[in-house]
Structure formats: structure tokens, C-alpha cells
């Protein structure tokens, strides 16, 4: 965040620090083609990758092997563009507006055409210029949010004419409930899928994402879409995340107090405390993707002991009771555990009321970002 000063100095006056292990994301992409078994796995990198930044974080998945990103807007991949070599491929999953169409194809970046609409515009683009252009065929499989429908498949597989021009490259669609391995909406969403891929002969599926990947071989098609899974969030809801952690969070102590009985904590006096406490406050806050909804029901740690938040949540701080750690342990400058080994990104999500998606992106600009490598997992003890 900070440019002017030395690495060292912007660390040391940062509010915190957001380290982001480029190893361990890695490491999951390997883990995630490993159980795709042969099938391509390319990366998710939309909104700053996640939020951890897609200008660190896709040239290490190219570096891994994968070549295939896909990013929301026209605009991320313009800028994602000079950060891989030329034999990578980005895709734009929310189509193609009106009047994008030549800054889309002289950057060559791929659109998934999600409407009638866009499929005539880029073709009308490729024959302006005299050659084929690729494409991803959006359908909507039972999501009801991007893609065609099936009468809008069935119309333009029966005029392929209205193709001319364009080379699809995948069929795509997006599971609406892939972290939820028993519902039945998956089994629905496949079967559709097949009947749109039907339309199309000898085109490839891509149909996974993070969650669809755990499906099973039949969910994989022929390019799979992890995002959250590749950032260490689990692919599906239940106890056991198979991914490894890539984020780690750590925010610094501004101010530490002891209040007496009946002291009032934050915005509202929402929190009355019952006996004597100690405190500190902490340099983060809603603004900095810690939700105000963690007021009173998130926690921080040192040392592995849990420290209640208390109070409300203010923009660009919160209070902790950390009355149960010996005094003097914290002090100005001191950091505390956010997200890392005794607090999961879920964890944190769960506390949040919300999902690690959501918490990953909002994240922010503010904390000062650490690209580790940590080599390789378990090495040892040498
Ligand atoms: C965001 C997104 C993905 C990635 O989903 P994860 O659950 O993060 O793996 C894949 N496909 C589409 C269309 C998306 O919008």
C-alpha cells in the first residue's frame, strides 16, 4: 500500500499485514488437477483474484501450468493481460457489452457469450474482420442468472449460420449448488447440460467450479473453474476443508486500557463489561472487510487464546478483551491473529454470517501484503 518507503518501514507502520503464500496456492492448484485426472484445470482470478491480488497470483498458476483464467469483466482481463505470457487464455465470464466487441478481440481475450444478442454481435466482428474469432457458450442450466435458454440453444443450434465467424471453443455452464454435494439441483444442472451439449456436437463442457470439481468425474467436462478452492476456502460445506491455507491475517494493537466494571465499549455503548477488563483495540475494521456483523460474536487470537470482540465494529477499528492473557503481553505495534492457524477464513466467515468468498474480497487495500514462498509443506525439521 505504501510506495515511498522502504518494504520494512511500510510493514512496520502498516495497520496489518496479509500474507498471501504463493506455494501453498501452488500446491492446491496441483492438488486440484490431481483430482481432475487429466482433465485441463484452469483458474477462477475475478475481482483481484479473490482479493489477494491477481497480478501475484495468476503468473504463479501460469508458472504451475495452467493457462486458462477467467476473470467478471472485460476491464480485469485488459489489465491481467500483460502479466502472462501470450500462450495464456482469458476469458470474460460476464459477456460481452454492447460496443466491446473490438477492444475484446485486438486484446484477444475470449468472451463468454451469455445472450442471442452477443453471439451476433461477435460474430458480426469476426466477419468484419475476416477471421475467426473464439468463444464460450454460456447456457443456463438452472441458475437463472447468465447464459442461454433453452429455446434461445435450440434456435441458434438449427442456424448455425448465425455462428459464422465465431469458434466455440467450450460450452459452459455454472453449478448453483456444487458446495452441496446431496442437493439434487446438481444432478438437474448436469442433465441439463448434456442436453445443451447435445446441440453442439464436439464441443468441450466446462462446467466446474471449486465445489463441481468434488462432484465427481462426471461434473469435470473438459476445463474445470476453481476459484475459492485454489485461495484455501472449502469447496463444500462440512467439516474437513481439503485445501491448504493461502491467507494469513495479522492486525496490530493501537492502544491497549484497563476499564473498570460497567465501562462502555464502542459505538452505542453496545457493550456494557462486567467486571474490570482489559482491552486493546486493534487497527482494522469494517472498512477493511472485518464486518460490523463480528461485533460480539468474532474473536481474535495470540497465542492461540481466544479474545472476544467486543463492542461494535468501527471502520478502521475493534476492540478485543484480551483479559485472558497475562498483562504486557500485547502492546502497541503487537499483532494478532485474524485468519490463520487457530482461526480458519471459515471461521471467520461462519462468525460473519457470511462465506470465505465474501470475506476474501472484501478484504482491502489497507493491509500491508506479504507474497511468501514457504517451499514445500511438512518438510521437516532440518
Ligand atoms: C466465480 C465463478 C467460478 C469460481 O467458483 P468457485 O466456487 O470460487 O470455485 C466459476 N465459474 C463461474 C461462472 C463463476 O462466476
Known amino acids: 500500500m505504501v510506495e515511498d518507503v522502504s518494504p520494512a518501514v511500510a510493514r512496520q507502520i502498516s495497520c496489518g499485514i496479509l500474507t498471501v503464500d504463493l506455494d501453498a496456492l501452488a500446491r492446491n492448484y496441483r492438488a486440484l488437477r490431481e483430482r481432475l485426472a487429466g482433465v485441463a484445470a484452469g483458474a477462477v482470478v475475478k475481482a483481484d483474484a479473490y482479493g489477494l491480488g491477481a497480478e501475484q497470483v495468476a503468473p504463479v498458476l501460469y508458472d504451475t501450468g495452467c493457462r486458462d483464467f477467467f476473470v467478471a469483466h472485460l476491464g480485469e482481463a485488459l489489465a491481467l ?47 468484419a474482420r475476416g477471421r475467426e474469432l473464439p468463444a464460450v457458450l454460456q447456457f443456463d442450466t438452472g441458475m437463472s442468472r447468465l447464459g442461454l435458454s433453452g429455446g434461445e440453444a435450440q434456435a441458434l443450434a438449427a442456424d448455425p449460420a448465425r455462428l459464422a465467424g465465431v469458434r466455440v471453443v467450450y460450452l459452459m455452464s455454472h453449478l448453483a449448488c456444487a458446495d452441496e454435494p446431496d442437493n439434487p439441483q ?41 476459484g475459492i478452492a485454489l485461495y484455501g476456502g472449502a469447496p463444500a460445506a462440512g467439516d474437513v476443508n481439503p485445501m491448504e491455507p493461502v491467507v494469513r491475517l495479522d492486525v496490530r494493537v493501537i492502544q491497549t486500557r484497563t476499564v473498570p466494571a460497567g465501562a462502555r465499549v464502542g459505538y452505542g455503548g453496545a457493550h456494557v463489561t462486567a467486571g474490570e477488563t482489559r482491552l486493546a ?24 487464546v481466544r479474545l472476544p470482540i467486543t463492542g ?39 462468525a460473519a454470517g457470511t462465506i470465505a468468498y465474501e470475506i476474501l474480497t472484501a478484504l482491502g487495500w489497507r493491509y500491508h501484503r506479504d507474497y511468501v514462498r514457504t517451499a514445500e509443506k511438512n518438510r521437516g525439521t532440518a
Open 186 to 226: 446438481n444432478a438437474d444442472q448436469l442433465a441439463a447440460m448434456r442436453r445443451f451439449a447435445a446441440l453442439f456436437p464436439g464441443v468441450p463442457p466446462c462446467f466446474a467450479n471449486s465445489g463441481g470439481i468434488f462432484l465427481g468425474a462426471d461434473y469435470h467436462g473438459a476445463l474445470a473453474r476453481p
Open 281 to 304: 483495540t486493534i487497527a482494522a475494521g469494517y472498512a477493511d472487510g472485518l464486518s460490523r456483523h463480528l461485533g460480539g460474536r468474532g474473536a481474535v487470537y495470540v497465542d492461540g
Open 312 to 350: 461494535r465494529v468501527s471502520m478502521d477499528s475493534i476492540t478485543v478483551d484480551i483479559s485472558a492473557l497475562p498483562p504486557g503481553t500485547l502492546t502497541t505495534g503487537s499483532l494478532v491473529e485474524v485468519i490463520g492457524p487457530h482461526q480458519t477464513l471459515e471461521d471467520v466467515a461462519e
Open 81 to 127: 493481460r500483460p502479466a502472462l505470457d501470450d500462450d495464456a487464455r482469458l476469458y470474460v465470464l460476464n459477456g460481452l457489452l454492447p460496443g466491446a466487441e473490438n477492444l475484446c478481440a485486438d486484446a484477444g481475450i475470449v468472451p463468454v457469450l451469455n445472450a442471442p444478442e452477443q453471439v451476433a454481435n461477435w460474430a458480426a466482428t469476426a466477419r
